[in-house]
C-alpha cells in the first residue's frame, strides 16, 4: 500500500529555517517524481519544488528559487525527500503537501493533477 507522510512543519520567525521530510513506501522510489505543493487559505495549490528519480536537476517555482532546496535519499528505508527551506517570509505560510508520481513529471510549471498520490499535508506558518 503506498504511503507518503510529510513531517517537520512548525512555526518560524521569518528569516528562519525549517526542515520538511516526505517519508514514503510502497512504491517503486527509484523510478518515482516527487513533489512538494503548498496551500494557503483562500488560494490554490501551487507546485513549489520537484525531484526526479534521477535526482538531477530539480524544478523550483520562482518565488522559492534559491531560498528552497529538495532532495531525496534512497539510501535508507523510508525513502525519504527533504525540503530544506531558509530565508522564510510570511508568504511562504502554507499547508506543504508531498505527492508522488510517475518519472517525468518535474515541469514547470508543476501541475498538481498529474500527481496520483498524495500525504496528508504539514503546516508551516512564519511569523512574528
Known amino acids: 500500500q503506498l504511503q507518503v507522510v510529510e513531517s517537520g512543519g512548525g512555526l518560524v520567525e521569518p528569516g528562519g529555517s525549517l526542515r520538511l521530510s516526505c517519508t514514503t513506501s510502497?512504491?517503486?522510489?527509484?523510478?518515482?517524481?516527487i513533489g512538494w505543493f503548498r496551500q494557503a487559505p483562500g488560494k490554490v495549490r501551487e507546485g513549489v519544488a520537484c525531484?526526479?528519480?534521477?535526482?538531477?536537476?530539480?524544478?523550483?517555482t520562482d518565488s522559492v528559487n534559491g531560498r528552497f532546496t529538495i532532495s531525496r535519499d534512497s539510501a535508507n528505508a523510508d525513502n525519504t525527500v527533504t525540503l530544506q527551506m531558509s530565508s522564510l517570509k510570511p508568504e511562504d505560510t502554507a499547508v506543504y503537501y508531498c505527492?508522488?508520481?510517475?518519472?517525468?513529471?518535474?515541469?514547470?510549471?508543476?501541475?498538481?493533477?498529474?500527481?496520483?498520490?498524495w500525504g496528508r499535508g504539514t503546516q508551516v506558518t512564519v511569523s512574528s
Open positions: 510502497g512504491f517503486t522510489f527509484a523510478y518515482a517524481a
Open positions: 505527492a508522488v508520481g510517475n518519472p517525468g513529471l518535474c515541469l514547470s510549471p508543476l501541475m498538481s493533477a498529474d500527481f496520483a498520490s
Open positions: 525531484i526526479d528519480n534521477s535526482g538531477n536537476s530539480p524544478i523550483y
